[in-house]
């Protein structure tokens, strides 16, 4: 029997299971998916006859097999690319439903023309040669029912779009975690691959129910390791790709990680906003019977209480831990993370401090060795210490080896000594860019920082301008002080910072903590929660008698109420900070007693939007300059009495908006009649821009970005004569710009990316005679007006394939237009 014959039937099979969950999970290629299910449950029982028959077809039957084997193999591949497909990029959808049909049509064809027919004829002649084939037959049928009706089961109810979105955000998890990690894989053969093969030998044991752990010091390569594994082909493989990746921190969301490990083994996560009500609630650890193959991935554990609340004992389902602590009572088998030894550590630190595998010849060997030794093998320390002395004359590594060999060695017991020793690195940063990586200390653990706020914070504390801040952001990247996360569109002078975000090890932001904390409480410069609580510090309310002199005050707690803050003196502060996670939250009365604040950064870290209470305080806030509001609700912003006159950048990050922006609420031009930049992003319920927008004469930026339900921008939008960037990108309910929009006379940048009903540009688009850049990538268009042969000003166009001859056919304008590459990024959903 031909080996086609086999994998027809494999691949019919695996096509079938895709499909049933692209029908079950309301995808836009639901109607062609059924369709095509339809035509491959009618294939099926022909091909498993051929398959079981165990007779070679003739040379002109099995051609066609071999044509349906390809067919069917399209359809997988295309079935796969729809079930990867995430639901705000409408372009794409639409294209890959017109796809589905042709390959619905082009199975049909198979079914209704003579294939049917020939094969059948052979079947029949073989099936009936011997009664008990026949009844095997028809065992193989019955199982393959059987297997129909489990898959229906499993795929979970409800039919909600929530799931495919879910996977998505794993996949793109993943990819970002990985494609970054050990330094682009650079050294994975340093120590890393006999971990590899331990923790594979744990994973794979076949005990029904298995926690094993990945232990060691912070810093010592335990979260890479954990990448690896789950990068792994032979690991994806026997899981199936069902794999989870979570990080927990000292500071976690229990009820949203168990909700989200309660979705992924059960398949419930397709229900999208599934209440924590549905996930079981115990003390200890849930019992229960799936059976299907999965991992999941619990990074960066710091108690057992927490630990126990996120283990789900079910069938066929691994939980992989990676702790700087040991849980005997927990862990079936544990790992511990060996540190470099030798060449292996030699080789990390010269990649780092050299560009190279090895020590060069220039360099002085010994003295290179010595440092090597003093880091004792630790990764972290190798990365960090050797970019720091990268490019560094002779006597800064001399006096780094002697301040080096003054600390004890590296082990669980003396952690703190490895701040210590750590510290060399930022010893040889110049004043202003140490001050800036203490700064970073300001967030929270294993979160990304949108880079739009650390540019806030350092412009308004340090007094740079946004180039230097972001130079300042890159020598800290290129130290290994922290790691930049980057959308791919960023990059040009027209990027958002917010397309960008900063992550940083969780060792690193200790010790930005650290030397950052020195000084008594109330004379630091910082003053900072390292960890979330239910409460202010302690040490806070028994100081609150005295000012506290903090340029810098960051806050993270849970729900705060009028009553759980206490009166504090701030008279230097100038940055408040406060992290939250939350349904409702008191903005502090002690905000009254920052007279010389400038910027506020608001986050809410919950899975809901929080309603903010207290929002009067804004007030009394004269000097504000810079106010970042995310995961809020918005309802209250007509308690804004007192205009904010200096306030130049307002961020509404994933807001309910609540028409609190309507002109009968609010007067934004009134409120904030100096505002600069205004950014709103993933605002979901903003339908319409309000009118008052318009008359925001010094607005020089505007962003409304995946606000997916706006339809409408204001008729006068074209009255902000200052206005030089303009981003509509990702609002696909957006039909139509304003012919106003052709009076932006000072406007340089227009992105209208992925407004996948956008059909066409304003007629007059040629008076914005200084328009230099549009970004129109996944936008639908059918013909540019003939004026835009007048923007004389225009250099650059991205855009589609599809698109890109209309802007190459334009006379009398010297254009570079870029195809641009598909880009997927569901970032902001990491913390929802």
Known sequence: MVVADLFVGEIATELLKTLFTISRKSYPCKSSAESLMASVNELLPIIEEIKYSGVELPFNRQFQLDALSRTLNEGLELSRKVSASNRWNVYKNLQL????????????????????????????????????????????????????????????????????VEEAVKRVEEERNWDGSFEHNFNLGLGIEEGKRKVKEMVFEKEIFNVVGICGIGGSGKTTLANEICRDDQVRRHFENRILFLTVSQSPNLEQLRAKIFGFITGADGMGGMGNDLVPNRDFQFEWRVGARTLIVLDDVWSLKVLEQLIFKVAGCKTLVVSRFKFPTVFKATYNVELLRGDEAISLFCHSAFGKTSIPPAAD????????????????????IGASLRDQPEICWASAKKRLSRGEPICESHESKLLD????????????????????????????????????????????????????????????????????????????????????????????????????????????????????????????????????????????????WFRMDFPKAEVLVLNFSANEF?????????????????????????????????????????????????????EFTIPLKKIRKM????????????????????????????????CEDLIQLPSSISRMQSLKSLSITNCHNLEKLPPYLGNL??????????????????????????????????????????????????????????????????????LKSLRAVICDEDVSWLWKDLKNVNLDVQVAEKCFNLDWLDDC
Request: glycine share 4%; with cysteine; hydrophobic share 40%.
């Open 97 to 164: 439903s017109r796809k589905m049909e042709k390959m619905q049509k082009k199975i049909s064809t198979f079914i209704n023309g003579p294939l049917q027919a020939h094969i059948l004829a052979d079947v029949h002649h073989m099936r009936f040669e011997t009664t008990e084939r026949f009844d095997k037959m028809e065992w193989s049928a019955k199982r393959l029912e059987e297997r129909i009706g489990n898959l229906k089961i499993g795929l979970g109810g409800g039919g909600g779009a929530g799931g495919w």
């Open 365 to 384: 060997s010994d003295l290179v060795k010595q440092i090597v030794d003093e880091c004792k093998g630790l990764p972290l320390a190798l990365k960090v």
């Open 421 to 564: 020793r750590m510290a060399i690195s930022t010893q040889f940063l110049s004043k202003k860019v140490r001050e800036c990586f203490f700064d970073l200390g300001s967030f929270p653990e294993d979160k990304k920082i949108p880079l739009d706020v650390l540019i806030n914070v350092w412009v308004e504390i340090h007094d740079l301008d946004d180039e230097e801040a972001f130079a300042i952001l890159v020598e800290l990247s290129d130290k290994n002080l922290l790691t930049l996360v980057r959308d791919a569109r960023a990059g040009d002078k027209y990027s958002s910072f917010y397309e960008i975000g900063v992550m940083q090890h969780d060792v690193l932001r200790d010790l930005a903590i650290h030397l950052s904390s020195r000084e008594d409480v109330n004379e630091c410069k910082r003053l900072l929660m390292p960890r979330r609580e239910e409460q202010l510090p302690r040490e806070w309310e028994r100081n609150a008698d005295r000012p506290f002199n903090a340029q810098i005050v960051s806050i993270h707690t849970g729900e705060m109420k009028e009553m759980d």
């Open 586 to 638: 008191f903005l502090p009365p002690f905000i009254d007693d920052m007279p010389r604040l400038r910027a506020l950064v608001v986050i809410n870290y919950s899975a809901s939007n929080a309603t903010i209470g207290n929002l009067s305080v804004f007030s009394n806030l004269a000097n504000l300059k810079s106010l970042w509001l995310e995961k809020v609700s918005l309802s209250q912003l007509s």
């Open 651 to 682: 961020s509404l990050i994933l807001c309910k908006i609540h028409n609190s922006l309507e002109e009968s609420v609010i007067d934004l031009s009134q409120k904030f009649p100096c505002l600069s930049e205004l950014t709103i992003d993933h």
């Open 721 to 790: 004569k200052s206005l030089q960037i303009l981003r509509l990108s990702a609002c696909p309910s957006l039909k139509m710009l304003p012919p106003c929009t052709s009076d932006l006379a000072s406007l340089k940048f227009l992105d209208i990316s992925q407004c996948v009903n956008l059909k066409a540009l304003p007629e007059e688009i040629g008076k914005l005679s200084r328009l230099e850049k549009i970004d129109m990538r996944e936008c639908l268009l059918v013909k540019l007006p003939y004026s835009a042969e007048s």
